[in-house]
Structures are given as structure tokens and as C-alpha cells.
């Protein structure tokens, strides 16, 4: 399998990508692409038509078998090595985690605008907008709420590592990254979800890289 990312610093779909290959525990080759870089057009020309999404990211490549979106590719990876690896098992804490992993993908438009993933980056005293700020409080109400029915057996959001795990990490980057306050229930959470094995894998890598993009750099001013 190829895995076709963009910045690790940056680009929170290509981690949710990356942590849904680590999760299935498959074997496969990591290819990073510079966001709004120069190589794209290149890297197209070299290994061919990679994807057939317009040059977004990531993609999974399993011979002849293409996923992109990262949901698309959980969901191609749980097919594949059993579902039970990504979802619980029981019937109301499965149903949840669906519901927050599809709200996660399609919501939240206000906080991943006003305080883009940068895991290099600390900011205090962000100003944020009051759209963001019903987006943050929905999120900490949802993992209240997942840890408080279905988390006692670990302490992620479903107790053991999981898709909603993975879908929320880069929401908690962006937490630490823009200094939100949260309760104590979410920032053990985060911590849990920051200091995985896999998530340190990522945050050394994104540490090292060497580009900057500018308009994920600026602080929130709403």
C-alpha cells in the first residue's frame, strides 16, 4: 500500500490518513507532498495519475485499489482488516462514535478556518469568533459525553484507541496549538490522544520539516 500525505505540520486530513494505516497495522509507504508546493505537478508526472481527487490529499493506493478522503480510506482499511479495530463493539457506543466521526467531517467549518492545524505553533490569548466558539463547546459536550457512557475501559473517547480517536486528533492539536482552556475530563483526554506512540511518531516528524506556510501561521483576531 501507498499512503500520499501532504505536511505533517499541517494537514489534518493527511494524520487522520496516516493514523487509520497505523490502526489497521498493514504494512505501507509513506509519500509526503508539500502542500501548494511545486512537487505535485512533478510527482504526477513521475508516478503517474496518483489521484483522482484534484491533487487533494491523502490518498490510499492498495494495487488497484483507490481511496481518497480519509474517511473513504478508514473505511476501505476497516473492510480489510476487520471493523472491530476501528469501531466498538457494542451496538449504542458503535452508533455514537459514527455519529461523531460523520460530524466531524462535515462540521466545525468555523474552527478549522479561524485555527488551521499547525502542531509547531503556541498561541495565548487567541480571540476567536462566536461560531468557533459553539464549534469548540459541541466538541468538548461530545467528548463528555462519549467518555462518560463508553470510556471506562481506557482513556480515549470509546476507552480503547479507536476512529473517533482518530478523527478528533487533529481537534486536540488544535487545542493545545491555539491554547483553548478545557475541563479536566478533556485535557486528560488530550493528553492521552497527544502522547500516543503514533501521535509523537507524527508530532517529531512535523517538527523537522522545514516549510513554512504563512496562512497557517497568523493568530485568530475575531
Known amino acids: 500500500m501507498k499512503l500520499i500525505i501532504g505536511n505533517k505540520n499541517y494537514s489534518s486530513w493527511s494524520l487522520r490518513g496516516w493514523l487509520a494505516c497505523k490502526q489497521a497495522g498493514l504494512s505501507f509507504e509513506e509519500l509526503l507532498v508539500p502542500l501548494f508546493g511545486e512537487d505535485w505537478d512533478a510527482l504526477k508526472q513521475k508516478e503517474g495519475d496518483l489521484t483522482p481527487?484534484?491533487?487533494?490529499?491523502?490518498?490510499?493506493?492498495?494495487?488497484?485499489?483507490?481511496?481518497?478522503?480519509?474517511?473513504?480510506?478508514?473505511?476501505y482499511l476497516a473492510d480489510k482488516v476487520g471493523r472491530d479495530r476501528f469501531w466498538p463493539?457494542?451496538?449504542?457506543?458503535?452508533?455514537?462514535a459514527r455519529a461523531m466521526v460523520a460530524e466531524m467531517?462535515?462540521?466545525?467549518?468555523s474552527l478549522r478556518r479561524e485555527c488551521p492545524m499547525n502542531i509547531r505553533a503556541r498561541h495565548t490569548d487567541v480571540k476567536i469568533s462566536e461560531g468557533t466558539r459553539h464549534d469548540v463547546v459541541r466538541i468538548l459536550g461530545l467528548w463528555a459525553e462519549a467518555r462518560a457512557r463508553f470510556g471506562s475501559g481506557g482513556p480515549f473517547l470509546f476507552?480503547?484507541?479507536?476512529?473517533?480517536?482518530?478523527f478528533y486528533a487533529p481537534v486536540v492539536s488544535r487545542f493545545i496549538t491555539y491554547g483553548f482552556g478545557v475541563p479536566g475530563f478533556a485535557d486528560s483526554y488530550m493528553q492521552a490522544v497527544w502522547t500516543h506512540d503514533w501521535l509523537q511518531q507524527w508530532i517529531a516528524a512535523a517538527e523537522d520539516e522545514q516549510w513554512v506556510i504563512e496562512q497557517y501561521e497568523s493568530v485568530p483576531q475575531a
Do not use: C, Q
Not at 159 to 166: E, L, Q, S, V, Y
Open 53 to 75: 481527487s484534484s491533487g487533494k490529499v491523502p490518498v490510499l493506493w492498495d494495487n488497484e485499489a483507490v481511496a481518497w478522503d480519509s474517511l473513504a480510506i478508514l473505511e
Open 89 to 96: 463493539k457494542e451496538d449504542a457506543a458503535r452508533a455514537m
Open 105 to 109: 467531517h462535515s462540521s466545525y467549518l
Open 159 to 166: 476507552g480503547t484507541f479507536g476512529a473517533a480517536d482518530i
